[in-house]
Nanobody
């Protein structure tokens, strides 16, 4: 059974950093593009970043571009989201999701049609 588990969230001060992990079990990660998404209180879920199954394509929401970095380690079956220069508006529950595309060099930040886990809470506050 395909399962992704998010971890690494917590409380951090503005300007701080966190690294989120998305660990896969029950399937081969390297054939899936992975996306990171977030949902802030009272807001709709939105795409934050994604990485293609080949790892050569990454995309970022404008709000996180230059601050967040997505990467993957297929041997460890884990995708990471390094978050730097965090802002209070980054506060949200963060989720990862896997999608299999026919193209290895493609990923999408669409929230449609995803299977969601429990997520990990990131709180940016002083």
């Amino acid at each position: 059974q395909l399962q992704l588990v998010e971890s690494g969230g917590g409380l951090v001060q503005p300007g701080g950093s966190l690294r989120l992990s998305c660990a896969a079990s029950g399937f081969t990660l390297d054939v899936y593009a992975i996306g990171w998404f977030r949902q802030a209180p009272g807001k709709e879920r939105e795409g934050v970043s994604c990485i293609s199954s080949s790892g050569d394509i990454t995309k970022y929401a404008d709000s996180v571009k230059g601050r967040f970095t997505i990467s993957r380690d297929n041997a460890q079956k884990t995708v990471y989201l390094q978050m730097n220069s965090l802002k209070p508006e980054d506060t949200a529950v963060y989720y990862c999701a896997a999608t299999k595309f026919s193209a290895k060099s493609y990923c999408s930040m669409s929230v449609q049609g995803k299977d969601w886990g429990k997520g990990t809470l990131v709180t940016v506050s002083s």
